[in-house]
């Protein structure tokens, strides 16, 4: 039988075949984290080797509140204690550093594969899900990704998480920090939460910037500016007479005192349009732009203003300082 005409049966132990040798590829490289009363085995959260020095990569809301927490997995053959050496809320990343790189077994860590450049993710494509809260054996299940989609509202629902992926695997309690992997067993993201039957996870190729900043900072640099706003959308005959195309911005409600937006003269009840020349038409839009890139940076702020077009120069600082 030619392999266009293959089985049903053949082609179902074919998939089958090669779930097993992904798990088996992959499985050395993911990690049980407990935390707290969780220390000795009970059930925690899970984290993927992202180096061979010892770093470990998993959520945020798995350590959140600790310093320090243990990892454990058959293939290590013994608990290891490990620092929390950043973490970031918002993107609900972080990092841990464990400092015996050799585990009991006497084998060396083993790092997950990651891509060389970013993920080339469409819908329909093939994904597993790995995690190993309990520190044995690695459990998985499988999935599509089912949207093209890389934008969702936070698990703790007061913001926006971007650059995600999202599937139909079901991500069972103790998930959160596993890698979700390609059929070649790249980790393209890193499990968040699970809901409304889908589950979130993190791209890989966000994980890389934030990981080298956790490292250097224990924290993930971001600019601020100084406001409090809330969308709005602007009417017709507004945007008529001012000019302009756009129907939608953020009105300033409030401006904090000695901030760069008090600097830049800022007023309540101006709205912003657009920041360094990208368009700002909600709330997303204003913490996807305000990355390290622009700390210390003047940048043109478009803002309306008594229904006039406005255009100021701001300097946005570290978020960290205020």
Sequence with gaps: MSKNNESPQSTLTSLSDAIVSVAEKVSPSVVGVQTGRMFGGGAGGSGVIWSSDGYIVTCYHVVKGFREVQISSQELGSVMRADVVGK???????????????AKSGKALQPIEIPDSGEDLKAGQIVLALANPFGEQASITKGIITSSRSSVRGWWGRTMMNNVVITDAR????YSGGPLVDISGKMIGLNAFYVSSRGIAIRTSKIKGI?????????????YLGITSYPISIPEEVTRQAGMSQDSGLMIVSVEPNSPAKKAGLLIGDVVLS?????????HDIERLLTQELIGKPVKLAVLRSEKLTELTIVPEDAASH
């Design 88 to 102: 970031d809320p918002y993107s609900d990343i972080a990092l841990l550093k464990i400092s015996n790189t050799t």
């Design 275 to 283: 920041l360094d020349g990208n368009k700002v038409g909600s709330l």
């Design 171 to 174: 991500l069972n309690p103790g």
């Design 211 to 223: 990981v080298e900043n956790l490292k250097s900072y224990g924290r993930v640099r971001r600019a």
